[in-house]
């Protein structure tokens, strides 16, 4: 199950990035998951929510955005949604010198902190 090495290595950016905001917790966590990326939403769901066990991000809300898989024709242009299982040659003129466009995402897109300070003190205040 892959998707538990997705979630810690999720878990352990944003439990970096909020030591450095000097957040103590997380209240929600955005991922936008392309629908070719190989990723099974519940299972990451599951993982996730283990993961964050014991970290800042325990009891964090995952949050995920499907991005459709989307395809385009170099010689044509024509630009299409491939579907599951993906259709990589073109509707259009049948080619096969394609490039996918979207639908291999796995990226953070937002954290929201529960309780990050305002103010962060500058390199003189420590």
């Known amino acids: ?20 905001e000097r957040a103590t917790s997380v209240r929600s966590v955005r991922l936008q998951v392309g629908e070719l990326a190989g990723v099974v939403p519940d299972a990451l769901a599951f993982s996730f929510e283990l993961a964050c066990t014991g ?9 995920t955005e499907q991005v459709a898989g989307r395809a385009r024709c ?3 242009t024509r ?3 491939t579907g599951m299982p993906p259709q ?8 096969a010198d394609t490039e996918l ?11 929201s902190w529960h309780d990050a300070p305002q103010h962060r003190p500058t390199h003189q205040e420590r």
Do not use: N, Y
Request: proline share 4%.
């Open 55 to 63: 970290t800042v991000l325990e009891g964090a809300e995952l949050i």
């Open 74 to 76: 170099r010689p044509c």
């Open 88 to 95: 990589l040659t073109c509707p259009g003129c049948g080619g």
């Open 79 to 81: 630009t299409w949604a």
């Open 1 to 20: 199950m892959h998707e538990m090495s997705l979630a810690l290595a999720v878990v352990d950016q944003i439990d970096g990035a909020a030591r450095f």
């Open 101 to 111: 466009l979207s639908g291999r995402e796995l990226q953070i897109v937002s954290v």
